[in-house]
């Protein structure tokens, strides 16, 4: 072969050699694009779920849907926090000489109708300003899922007039002179609460004999959950003491109204200090005894606790 030949047989190899290199340059060129894209746009979605994660995190903690106790703890109305308060550990049964609990369980169950969103306080009028005037309305008919709060809903629902918060604390613990109205009692509700919180695992249910009678006693047996709520209670007048209601949880504020008015607020500040009882005293007195008309108008998601609170004052 001449070398004319060869040396363009020689530059055609060369020239095929570089085009498949090229090609190849650039296959790899679009699959590292193709990959790096792929990359961003993975990247751009976890972004965007990590955006909405956050979004319905801080939702999830914003102040209406904050509770304050830990997502593990047992879940209680306030009627059973007051009535775990006014317990004797071991013998299962409230003092004898307290004659407001019953009256104070009925505040509560109003309470929690509130905060649950079934029951609410009419708008203040020029006529109907005080929170003692103003009607309790029906806002929502819908189950709570216990029975006592929907006993007492199906009765908010069917009396035409409507009624005060503090006729209906009345009502409910059956001390009217109506005696067209006394269907409207709520009866055996400390036997009712106690056998709920028998099912939650707190209490028990003994027999004991007083001479001449036999009585059902409820002693405490998950003795950490009582605790807790102690200490919750004594945490919110000490160590996280804001010195303004508005700024408490309104639970925690709920259940200090509720143990003042049921009288067993000392069975929560019993087990301190000296010193820290009279400063948790004080604070909880000064709280008991701001004018509830006054602090009633500065928020209306807890209008319901001081119209409660004026009508214990009243009676």
Not at 48 to 69: A, F, I, L, M
Not at 70 to 79: F, P, Q, V, Y
Not at 155 to 163: D, G, R, S, V, W
């Amino acid at each position: 072969m001449s070398l004319p030949s060869r040396s363009l047989q020689l530059r055609d190899s060369h020239t095929k050699r570089k085009t498949i290199i090229n090609t190849l340059k650039d296959k790899q060129v679009r699959m590292t694009t193709l990959t790096h894209r792929a990359r961003r746009t993975e990247v751009g979605k976890n972004s965007e779920k990590k955006v909405e994660s956050e979004e319905d995190t801080n939702q999830d903690r914003s102040p209406d849907n904050e509770d304050s106790g830990d997502s593990k703890d047992i879940r209680l109305t306030l009627m059973e926090e007051v009535l775990l308060l006014g317990l004797k550990d071991k013998e299962g049964y409230t003092s004898f000489w307290n004659d407001c609990i019953s009256s104070g369980l009925r505040g509560g169950i109003l309470i929690e109708l509130a905060m649950r969103g079934r029951i609410y306080l009419e708008p203040p009028t020029m006529r109907k300003k005080r929170l003692l005037d103003r009607k309790v309305l029906l806002k929502s008919d819908s189950p709570t899922g216990d029975v006592l709060l929907d006993e007492t809903l199906k009765h908010i629902k069917a009396t035409e007039p409507t009624e005060t918060v503090q006729t209906w604390i009345e009502l409910l613990t059956g001390e009217t002179w109506n005696p067209f109205k006394l269907q409207y009692q709520l009866r055996n509700v400390r036997e009712r609460i106690a056998k709920n919180l028998v099912e939650k695992g707190i209490l028990t249910t003994e027999k004991q004999n007083f001479l001449l009678f036999d009585m059902t006693t409820h002693p405490v047996t998950n003795t950490t959950e009582k605790q807790r709520l102690v200490k919750k209670l004594q945490d919110s007048v000490l160590e996280r003491w804001v010195n303004d209601p508005q700024r408490m949880d309104k639970r925690t504020l709920a259940l200090l109204v509720l143990a003042h008015s049921s009288d067993v607020l000392e069975n929560v500040f019993s087990s301190l200090t000296d010193d820290k009882y009279d400063v948790a005293m004080n604070r909880a007195k000064d709280l008991v005894e701001l004018d509830p008309e006054v602090e009633g108008t500065k928020h209306s998601a807890t209008e319901m606790i001081w119209a409660v609170l004026a009508a214990f004052n009243k009676s």
